[in-house]
């Protein structure tokens, strides 16, 4: 195998690599984005709650 076909194979397979961890990357940071939005909206509702009581 030639150098060209050798390097060729490996930069492939980095990409390949790069990809799977690049799509686990934006899973987690979704996932962490729903999390704070929901938190978001209960602390949200929290205080329309307490503001309601205090009228």
Do not use: F, P, W
């Amino acid at each position: 195998m030639s150098e060209t076909e050798e390097y060729l194979i490996k930069a492939a397979d980095r990409c390949t690599r790069l990809a799977h961890a690049g799509r686990e990357i934006a899973d987690e940071l979704e996932s962490l984005s729903n999390e704070l939005m929901a938190k978001a909206v209960e602390l949200d509702t929290s205080r329309e709650k307490k503001q309601k009581a205090a009228q």
